[in-house]
């Protein structure tokens, strides 16, 4: 098995960002299926094809598969390949409603699969990838473009066909119609004369005044598959002659398997097919799962020792506290994440100045449907690999690597997921497939690995507990004159893409703290790296998921510090930044007028805190009101405000914000991974506890278009629901949270 180290990504080369359609025939990425018209977005080619491998190697052979966007089916149904994987964020909806408004046919009539790995589909700054909230804004231009010059190629195949000028054409509805004449042609019936005309590279776009599907509440595709048990997620996978295979890892992260002490009782019980030692790992195959399941965890094994103590690897006394406490004892200075104006004169001649310290816990990414993978090898020398993932082409090579075979000899298929929160990166010891891949070589069958719901919550790669250090200097009228922050830790961007973005300073680790609106002349934010043991992640919203809830919440202790209301505050750090302060209004407005409390509903002191975010392009407002019950937090109600530039779908926006809002506070009430001797103490739901139902608030969205660019949406409504919640808890009790989760803390003063 490969060395699960972080990936040097330089072999996949960074593609240029798409600036046009072309018949991809006359560049070999054309394909015919079935008289359909194919046509995928152009992607320039000089780069990608001098690389030797990654990436700009695993370019289809030509009649070997379809790198292509659309087929136009003689039923008039069109099959779009997504560069993106549908997790539940309905990016399959989007898509159909951004290239059938273009293309003319109606979204109902899209059929939409992921694409298979190929440079055809590097959309996102020239990678591919679903995550980041990246997908819908960064291919809404090129889909636009790609059903623009599809419908304008229609058209010309339609004048040939009806010997009319093109001018005379109209579309309607997946049919070009010429009026004059009262005649009309399905787009099925045109597909194969348009195949073999050249596109055009500068096809008008549809003004946006006219739209029809895009910002329009669109169902979405998947609804009646989900509803009705059809969709077939990952779990549900199955190939002939398939083994399955059930895993038990270390408890100690980075021990590994010495002894079988029993192998040979486990190899007689029922249906156990093999049993097998795996990097960090014991696994047994059997004729089912259960059987499998049952099987290894009867598998006794004798296990190395990891080191005594320290937080170098996951020693034996490595836990949360001693993990935090040295996030906290750092002295590195570390690197500038931000310098504005004179902060240390500021400091100098402040009236006040107020200091604290914030910090949040590991989390797990808890989706609904744990990890699977199946393997099989091909009689051609092809690897057949069924894997949940975000970046197609990255599995593609690393299964490459790990089975010994070049990329091309390696079939992705990347199955819906059942939620992922950016839990399907590519996380070495955390991915399932290399498992798979090393069962299915050892027995000469299709392998199955299915993780138990206990295995990913061990092996699960986690948010990486978080510290930030703030001081904030103020002048005698109480408003911010200078702040500094120092943040201590690890981002994911940097532990496992630091070959690609080389930036000194993780912005994963302190986005969300840098680049705030806030009219705060004089800042020194700095950033110190200490690299956590244990596997870290990438989560919803990544380092705005804990930093957002840091600084906002400070910066109420800056308002309190001043005597200052915290939304007058806010009104006035953020005069000159009126898409803002829109914003700010706005959820003001939504929530019926700012009232801070504490108020009584109902005979129950409640109060309300305020919070502003900027993730992934997109702004956020958020409104929270909580009251306390039996020392607990509750909220009852969250506003949030987003405006994410523009819009395609406002159903799925509001969805979108409504999940990330609960997310959001399930987070800050509740979750937590706590590490204690070496080993994570949360084995599945009962102990990694998340909002039950009847926690779940009322929650009311206002979308904003201020005609900025497009931002994310997936992300962006979660960031202002911690620290919403943690000032409202301030305002009501006086007690300032500085710790999540909020369940730890025992709360009064009501």
């Given amino acids: 098995m490969n060395a699960h180290s972080p990936l040097d990504l330089d072999a996949a080369t960074l593609l240029p960002t798409p600036d046009g359609v072309s018949n991809l025939s006359r560049r070999r990425f054309l394909g015919v299926a079935a008289g359909a018209l194919v046509l995928g977005v152009a992607l320039p080619t000089g780069k990608a094809a001098a690389q030797a491998e990654g990436a700009g190697a695993i370019a289809p052979k030509p009649g070997t598969r379809v790198p292509a966007f659309l087929e136009i089916r003689a039923d008039g149904m069109v099959k779009l390949l997504s560069p993106f994987i549908e997790g539940g964020q309905g990016i399959n909806t989007a898509l159909a409603q951004i290239v059938g408004e273009e293309l003319d046919v109606t979204p109902e009539r899209f059929m939409v699969e992921c694409a298979p790995p190929g440079p055809d589909y590097a959309l996102v700054n020239g990678l591919r990838l679903t995550g980041g909230s990246f997908s819908t804004r960064s291919s809404y231009a090129a889909m636009r473009r790609l059903g623009a010059t599809a419908r304008e190629m229609l058209i010309r195949a339609a004048a040939a066909k009806l010997k009319v000028q093109d001018g005379e054409l109209t579309t309607e509805d997946g049919k070009v119609v010429h009026a004059a004449s009262g005649r009309s ?161 500021a400091f100098a001649k402040a009236a006040k100045i107020i200091e604290a310290d914030y910090d949040a816990p590991y989390f797990a990414h808890a989706q609904l449907e744990p990890p699977s993978s199946i393997a099989r090898f091909n009689a051609d020398g092809t690897l057949d690999l069924w894997v949940q993932n975000q970046m197609p082409e990255l599995f593609q090579m690393i299964a490459g690597q790990t089975a010994g075979l070049t990329p091309d000899k390696v079939k992705i298929h990347s199955p819906l997921l ?286 904003v278009e201020s005609g900025a660019p497009m931002g994310g949406i997936g992300e962006p409504g979660l960031p202002g629901v911690p620290p919403a919640v943690a000032n409202a808890l301030a305002a009501l009790t006086g007690e300032r949270i500085r710790s999540l989760p909020i369940a730890k803390a025992k709360l009064s003063g009501v």
């Fill in 418 to 703: 059942g939620g992922f929160f950016g839990r399907h990166f590519m996380y070495g010891p955390a991915n399932p497939f290399p498992q798979a891949i090393l069962l299915a070589k050892a027995t000469g069958r299709p392998v199955k690995v299915l993780w138990s719901r206990e295995e990913e919550f061990l092996n699960d790669a986690v948010r990486p507990l978080s510290f930030s250090r703030f001081r904030a200097a103020l002048d005698g009228a109480g408003n911010p004159t200078a702040l500094d922050v120092r943040t201590v830790g690890e981002g994911p961007i940097g532990r496992w893409f630091g070959s690609i973005f080389k930036a000194p300073v993780d912005s994963s680790a302190v986005e969300g703290i840098v680049e705030k609106p806030y009219a705060i002349p004089n800042r020194k934010m700095a950033f110190a790296k200490l690299p956590h043991p244990v596997t870290i992640a990438f989560w919803r919203s990544v380092g705005h998921s804990m930093n957002d809830f840091f600084y906002e919440s400070f910066l109420d202790e800056i308002a309190a510090a001043g005597n200052n209301d915290p939304y007058a505050l806010r009104l006035v750090l953020l005069k000159d930044k009126p898409r803002h302060l829109t914003l700010l209004k706005t959820v003001a407005e939504l929530s019926g007028g700012w009232t801070r409390g504490p108020y009584e509903v109902d005979g129950v002191k409640r109060a309300r805190g305020v919070a502003m975010a900027s993730p992934f392009g997109s702004e956020t407002a958020t409104i929270a009101e909580a009251s306390v019950e039996d020392g607990a937090a509750r909220v009852h109600r969250l506003w949030i405000a987003i405006d994410p530039g523009s819009i395609v779908n406002p159903a799925i926006v509001k969805a979108q914000v409504e999940s990330a809002a609960a997310l959001g506070l399930s987070s800050a009430l509740f979750e937590q991974v706590v590490y204690k001797d070496g080993v994570r103490q949360q084995k599945n739901y009962d102990s990694y506890k998340i909002l039950a139902r009847d926690h779940m608030p009322e929650v009311h969205v206002a979308i």
């Fill in 185 to 345: 042609i399905g787009y099925g019936e045109l597909a194969g004369e348009a195949l073999l005309l050249q596109p055009k590279e500068d096809v008008p776009l549809r003004d946006p005044k006219t739209f029809r599907y895009i910002r329009q509440p669109v169902a979405r595709l998947d609804v009646r598959d989900k509803s009705t048990g059809r969709a077939v997620y990952a779990i549900d996978q199955k190939v002939e002659g398939m083994l399955y295979a059930a895993v038990q890892h270390a408890a100690v992260f980075g021990t590994e398997p010495k002894a079988l002490l029993n192998e040979a009782d486990v190899k007689a019980m029922p249906g156990v097919h093999s049993v097998h030692r795996l990097p960090g790992a014991i696994a047994v195959t059997a004729d089912t799962w259960w059987r499998a399941r049952k099987a290894v965890g009867a598998l006794k094994a004798d296990w190395s020792a990891p080191a005594a103590r320290g937080v170098d690897t996951v020693s034996a006394a490595f836990s949360s506290e001693t993990m935090l406490a040295a996030l906290k004892a750092s002295s590195d200075p570390g690197l500038p994440s931000e310098t504005e104006g004179d902060s240390d004169a």
